[in-house]
Each structure stands twice: as structure tokens, then as C-alpha cells.
């Protein structure tokens, strides 16, 4: 590319900038942030990243880099990446329903979330997933809570089905004690909600609280279910 001087000092004073920045969304990351508005902000970096790059060469320079790379491939026409969701393991507790599979529920758009009745980020989480079962009653969305003790008291099943009670649950809950669903599912954080479409694959992830620090996961995730309900059962 017979870059000038002036040009590499450019360029990598732009890729130290675009480090600094990605490293800081990583480590935002690592500290329970939403991953979903974090990846948006990482592709954002990559773009402005690549046009400075551009801006910095000349005309020769970009047409030899043009030729390297070759000509454009519009990445949408690859499809979106599916993965199908892992079986619920029936532990034999199940509150406001007999024993259910992500089987016996194809056709339907399941709402799936880890939680733990002390988990106070969890708890935040209860009047989205109140307000989702009546929103979505009837209408083919399955609402799941999976309940995963943290603690030594978050086993006591009279207490969780209290906890529940209270927190005006009407939803299926399947009591997860030994950690069979949550280790099924490779799930490493209270609260977590998980999206599977009609066909039983996982299309929507969120960690965390869904309103964390003026986060509006609620809207987000509750877009993506409507998105989903659209959708044709069988394609």
C-alpha cells in the first residue's frame, strides 16, 4: 500500500481508538450490561472505524485495497443463525402446570427465564413478566419462569411457591433445584430470559435486568415476541 508516514500515524492512532473503545464495551459486558445494545455500539465502532480508515487513503490506495478485497457480498442473504433450544429437565416440581417440554410446545412463541426468588435483580424483573402474561394471554406465547436456587434458603419449595404466589405469577414455573434445566441450557446468570419461536429454536437473549440503568429490555424483548407471533409455524 506504500503508506506515508503521516498516513500510518493516522491509521493506527484510529485502531488504538476503536481498541480503547471495544475494550471499554467488553468490560461493560463482563459487568452485566445487556448485550444486545452493546454489540449495536461494537458494529457502530467497526463502521466509523472502517470509514476513517478509508478517509485516510488516497485514491490509488484505496483502489489496490478495493482489488484485495474483493467485491462486495451482502451478508443478509446468509440468513440469521439459529440454535435449537435445549429440552426442559423435568425435576417433578411444576407450579400453575402439570410437566411441560418445548415439544409439546411448537407452534407456540415461548418466553423462557432463569430466576431466583432472593435475587433482587431477578425481582425487578417480576412486574415486566406480569405484565407480559396478561399482554400476551391467549394469544400463543408461553410464558416459563425456571426456578434456580442461589442460596441454601432458595431451596425451600413451600417458599418459592409463596414467592411466586405473591408475585402474581399465573405462568407455569418449573422448580430447578438440582440445576438440571439451568445446566441443560449452559445459563450462567440470574435473571436471564430467553426467546424460542415456534419451531424451538432460540432467537432472543437477554442477561440481566431488563430496565438496568434506563435499559428498556421490556420493549425490546416484548417487540421481538410480537415479531415472532408473526411468524408462519412451520417454514
Known sequence: ?????????????????????????????????????????????????????????????KSVWQRALGRDFDL????????????????????????????????????????????????RNYPTYVEWQERFRGKGVVIIGIHTPETAA??????VREKAEAAGFTFPVLIDTAKATWNAWGNSMWPSVYVVDKQGYVRHFWPGELKWQGATGDVWIGERIEALLSEPANR
Open 154 to 159: 432458595e431451596q425451600d419449595l413451600a417458599a
Open 76 to 123: 443478509t442473504k446468509l440468513g440469521q443463525a439459529k440454535f435449537k433450544a435445549p429440552e426442559l429437565v423435568d425435576s417433578g416440581e411444576w407450579l400453575n402446570s402439570a410437566p411441560l417440554t418445548l415439544e409439546s410446545l411448537a407452534g407456540n412463541v415461548v418466553v423462557l427465564h432463569f430466576y431466583a426468588f432472593g435475587c433482587i435483580n431477578c425481582i
Open 1 to 61: 500500500m506504500d503508506y506515508k508516514p503521516e498516513q500510518k500515524e493516522r491509521l493506527e492512532q484510529v485502531i488504538a481508538e476503536t481498541r480503547e473503545a471495544t475494550n471499554d464495551l467488553e468490560q461493560r459486558l463482563k459487568n452485566g450490561e445487556p448485550r444486545e445494545p452493546l454489540e449495536r455500539r461494537y458494529a457502530a465502532l467497526k463502521q466509523e472505524e472502517l470509514q476513517k480508515v478509508v478517509g485516510i487513503l488516497s485514491p490509488g490506495q
